[in-house]
């Protein structure tokens, strides 16, 4: 299967990234592309380069857009810190460049020229997606599944919105409206999903580069978490993505209506989720609700082991 990583790093992307790289991974990354997010696209570019540097992944990465459809950027300094990537003592400039093409125009030409159907994996905000879907509508038919981060019954940026969806809200709904199969990885999972310092310990003793840049990620993501959150370690909600490509049983799902809601004061941003059916509306989306801890964290180990020194 080919698939395509849509992506604002962001330690939690760094991780996907890292995740879908490795040798465990079956299946084929086409493109990575960025978008504005947990900070400036610029920054997230520069840091899909690095990592691509970090593990010697080679495919082509396109910058894509620069804010969401409609509003103003937000971004998460809070919690990635000024250059999105904090922690990990990383060179200014990377070593690979990115491709000159927009990541909305890369997206909409591999789409278009594949002889297979493809996966698109966003972890960030749906800007890029949902302009392509606009700019291109054929390219729907070359889309396997949409498997994306974001949403959930509670928020993280707002009391009701998570910060995925919470950046370009009018984004998400033309991505949850286009018919296209989604799989949803919301906070209600995620938050299951936590990196803490005994993963930290486990990560320095397997002596790999890699690992050791993934602990650095950690160190600074947990205490991010810790500080702002409260939490006894740091969510890799991104990750999640990637593991489920890499192994479809870790995670649960069930098939759910799913709406996006763009006009409340308090509430938007919100993936309103009808769990009992009760807008009568056909399930649209595919929403993790359960995973299996002792699984993701062999896949893990496994796919970061597949690195060696």
């Not at 690095?50 to 969401?68: E, S, T």
């Not at 879907?133 to 974001?150: F, V």
Request: aromatic content about 8%; charged content about 25%.
């Amino acid at each position: 299967m080919k698939f395509i990583l849509d992506c604002d790093p962001g330690h939690d992307d760094a991780v996907a990234i890292i995740l879908a790289a490795s040798r465990i991974n079956p299946h084929k990354i086409e493109a990575i592309t960025t978008v504005a997010g947990n900070v400036e696209v610029e920054k997230n570019t520069l840091n899909a380069l690095k990592v691509c540097d970090i593990i010697g992944l080679d495919v082509p990465v396109a910058q894509g857009a620069v804010r969401p459809l409609i509003k103003q950027s937000e971004i998460a300094k809070e919690i990635h810190g000024e250059t999105g990537l904090d922690g990990p003592n990383l060179p200014d400039i990377p070593e690979k460049q990115a491709v000159k093409q927009h990541a909305v125009d890369l997206i909409i030409e591999k789409l278009l020229t594949t002889d297979e159907q493809i996966t698109l994996v966003p972890t960030g905000p749906l800007t890029n997606i949902a302009m392509a879907l606009m700019k291109e509508p054929e390219i729907k038919q070359n889309i396997k599944e949409i498997i994306l981060m974001g949403g959930g019954s509670y928020g993280n940026w707002t009391p009701a919105a998570e910060f995925n969806i919470y950046v370009d809200g009018e984004a998400a709904k033309v991505v949850f409206e286009s018919g296209i199969p989604i799989r949803m990885f919301g906070l209600d999972i995620t938050h299951q999903v936590l990196a803490t310092s005994e993963t930290v310990n486990e990560l320095r003793v397997m002596k790999n580069k890699v690992a050791d840049f993934i602990a650095e990620l950690f160190i600074f993501f947990i205490q991010a978490y810790k500080d702002h959150f409260d939490f006894d370690g740091g969510p890799i909600h991104d990750a999640c993505t990637i593991a489920h490509l890499i192994d479809p049983t870790i995670f649960t799902f069930k098939h759910l209506h799913v709406d996006i809601e763009t006009k409340g004061e308090h509430t938007y941003g919100m993936t309103v989720i009808d769990r009992h059916g009760v807008t009568g509306k056909q399930p649209n989306v595919f929403v993790a609700t359960g995973f299996d801890e002792e699984k993701f964290w062999k896949m893990f180990k496994d796919a970061i082991t597949s690195y060696g020194n």
